[in-house]
């Protein structure tokens, strides 16, 4: 009898292990529509959290990509990942080297984005 994790496909186990670089991809999206918008509307003093509006959405974006993407780390280090119903243990700890590899990458891209985003003004 197959379970339900052992019926996963080749494109479910694909996108589980591509998940941190989608996570910065649409992080990346998010940062630079935020100040795109920003820039389109001129909030004039616009205030979040006592922050500029671009500012803190861009931190709230950045805070939370870098949770997921952390997530998935964790996840990855403790055995658990996206190739899990695979039989053979060498395609499961590639999985998980992947994952991890992935996640400390896209960690670092998350802040290489966010950063100057939180740093420069948007319109500056």
Known sequence: MRT???????????VGMLAP??????HFGV????NG????RKPEGALLFGLPLSMALVGIATLLAMGWVAILL????RGAGP???????????????FVVAGSGAALVAILWVGTPALIVPACG
């Open 83 to 97: 190739a899990g119903h695979v039989g053979g243990a060498d395609p499961r700890r590639f999985a998980r080297w």
């Open 21 to 26: 670089f989608l996570i910065w991809a649409a």
């Open 74 to 77: 964790v996840k990855a280090l």
């Open 37 to 40: 918008m920003v820039c389109a």
């Open 4 to 14: 339900v994790m052992a019926s996963r496909s080749f494109p479910a186990t694909f």
């Open 31 to 34: 940062v630079y529509s935020i």
